[in-house]
């Protein structure tokens, strides 16, 4: 009863703050004028690739220790410069300082096991430059002005309440705050293992617009102990962090989002998938990097609202990850790759991406090959590179084992379209909205096995707060609109047979690189995706009992929990649901 009461209180707030959003937030200013950017005006590979800004995220005593850092990182209403020939454009940024806030944000570099606390700190202005859609559930006050926000640490382990609850989202200086909002500075106790997160704006309705404006950036959590025998190729110079993501721009430099949406009777503004037409990578439109014939080690995210990146690399060079040469990421994935530049006697080598848009499109659908970025081969004489791609890595952490398992649930993706037309009107995960009662209540301590049904047209990107996950299978379902019609009827998988509509079904072979424990998996439509979700901390095998099943914080208490699609527009019209994780 209490949870159905707080449910409802939840959802008359957000109610009165969708009818309160459009005095608040206003339309998007109309900063950008002019007609949108022709993208064959800028030149490719004239700016070279910058180095975001890097934070120590831990302190170091007068006598070698390692202290528990204090970060202070604001979010300013600046401009950055995406090309040479691109007027400044206004974004809003992370950074230490105004003066030093880019996009992305600055690269926070985590020490495994000693806690950073960050205060974020909003110093936005009173209204939002880019159009949103007050039709959606949306923070914003009553009465208050202010663009909301919140930081989620993507991949992080952390207390609910420094999670970045898109309920928990504030104002400059404080002056409103979400039904949820957790007080500052956030805690990360950075106790999993070695990897690449990342950190990007979360507040409800506008995650979105607020990662467009430019509210993102890199982090690290590094275990030199544990890294240093794997011998990858290390240093600044050699060990970098590729951020991309596509925008489009107008003539005077200004961001473009369309100001109307595909159903403007449903959604003034919303739009089923952002695509721009420029590709940006660090901050820069199609830029280049001087490297040496050596090995590098690249961190690849993609942090596009809903473009996928299936990259590659011209004359035969390899990602080495597995010797694939190329691979699939869609929006929020992190590929750790390793490219020998050795291999290649040619003076350049150009990324691309192949990947239609919207992911995976029409069958058989073929984009054309877009540069992402140049790499300048330079053959001048260099010291020795004693780096090394290792045969396995970390083999001390668990493996995924189904056999754990202590539930299956089955959690459905839908995509509803107006009457009459194909244009989606919003996207529900189990036939729910966002405020309805929570009904995932995983215990702490196991694992489950989720069943992920997509129903859509559309590959969707699952991502589970606080837990990791493994795909087990995906399996295609055989005469999907029969069991599509069954289930938005009665929503229930096993009463229309989802059983006999996989039987046959062609099994999709989940790639080597991505066997392992991951955050983020690519659901493919029409198909039914087996996954292992470990709600516990991921230790090494010489951990404690208590260790291997408990985290370092009471996961019961505070806000609570999300799982959503990661295309950034759906989740913005609630292709996202809370969990209660208890004991």
């Known amino acids: 009863m209490g949870e159905r009461r707080s449910a409802c209180l939840l959802a008359v707030a957000m109610v009165l703050l969708q009818a309160a959003a459009a005095a608040v937030l206003g339309g998007g200013e109309r900063s950008g004028g002019g007609a949108l950017l022709d993208p064959r005006r800028l030149e490719k590979f004239v700016d070279e690739l910058p180095d975001m800004p890097r934070l120590r995220g831990y302190g170091v005593t007068e006598g070698g220790a390692l202290v528990a850092g204090n970060l202070t990182i604001g979010m300013y209403d600046t401009t950055w ?22 996009v992305p944000g600055p690269t926070i570099e985590a020490m495994r096991g000693v806690p950073t606390h960050v205060t974020w700190a909003n110093h ?14 949306t923070a914003a006050a009553a009465g208050a002005r ?33 039904p949820r909002f957790s007080r500052p500075p956030y805690a990360y106790p950075n106790r999993q293992p070695p990897g690449n997160l990342w950190y990007h704006d979360h507040a409800m309705g506008l995650t979105r617009v607020n990662i467009l404006a430019g509210l993102m950036g ?66 820069k439109a199609w830029p280049y990097l001087r490297v040496r014939r050596r090995r590098y080690r690249f961190r690849i995210l993609n942090a596009s609202n809903a473009r996928f990146f299936r990259l590659s690399l011209s004359g035969g060079l390899r990602f080495v990850h597995v010797g694939s040469d190329s691979f699939l990421v869609a929006p929020s994935e992190i590929a750790d790759v390793v490219v020998d530049f050795a ?12 990947a239609p848009a919207p992911y995976p499109g029409d069958p058989g659908d073929k984009a054309e090959p877009v540069a992402v970025m140049k790499f300048l081969i330079e053959d001048a004489a260099t010291e020795p590179d004693t780096s090394a791609v290792p045969a396995s890595l970390m083999p001390h952490y668990p493996r995924p084992d189904a056999r754990e398992a202590a539930a299956t649930r089955r959690i459905t993706m839908y995509e509803y379209t107006k009457n009459g037309t194909d244009e989606p009107t919003h996207l529900y995960l ?22 992920v049904i997509n129903l859509t047209d559309d590959n969707h990107p699952l991502h589970v707060h606080l837990a990791l996950f493994a795909v087990l299978e995906q399996r295609s379902l055989r005469r999907v609109d029969e069991f599509r019609d069954c289930m938005v009827r009665r929503n229930d998988a096993g009463a229309c047979g989802m059983g006999r509509h996989l039987a046959g079904g062609r099994r999709h072979v989940v790639p080597p690189q991505e066997r392992g424990w991951k955050n983020v998996f690519k659901v493919r439509p029409s198909a039914v995706t087996r996954i292992l979700v470990r709600f516990k901390p991921l230790a090494s095998d010489d951990a404690s009992p208590e260790e291997d099943s408990r985290f370092p914080f009471d996961v019961t208490t505070g806000p609570g929990y999300v799982y959503h699609c990661h295309i950034l527009d759906h989740e913005d019209n609630e292709m996202m649901r809370p969990m209660k994780i208890v004991r």
Do not use: C, I
Request: hydrophobic share 40%.
């Open 430 to 451: 189990n036939a729910r909205s966002y405020m309805e009662p929570v009904t995932e209540t995983p215990r702490e301590g196991t694992s489950e096995v989720w069943e």
């Open 124 to 137: 936005l202005p009173a209204s939002h430059f880019l159009p949103w859609d007050p039709t959606l559930a």
């Open 218 to 283: 890199a982090y690290r959590v590094v275990s030199p102990g544990e890294e240093a025998p794997l011998n990858l190729p290390s240093g600044e110079a050699f060990d970098r962090n590729l951020v991309l993501f596509d925008r489009d721009f107008r003539a005077d430099g200004a961001l473009f989002m369309n100001r109307t949406g595909n159903n403007p009777d449903v959604h003034p503004q919303w739009q089923p998938e952002y695509f721009g037409s420029v590709v940006v990578v660090n901050g």
């Open 343 to 354: 291999e290649s006697s040619a003076g350049a080598a150009v990324l691309s991406n192949d």
């Open 146 to 178: 202010g663009v909301p926000t919140v930081v989620h640490l993507h991949g992080g382990v952390q207390h609910s309440s420094s999670d970045g609850h898109s309920l928990a989202w504030f104002t400059a200086g404080l002056a409103a705050t979400g």
């Open 81 to 102: 410069k995406f090309h040479r020939d691109l007027p400044a454009t206004r974004v809003f940024a992370y950074g230490a300082s105004r003066e030093a806030a880019t």
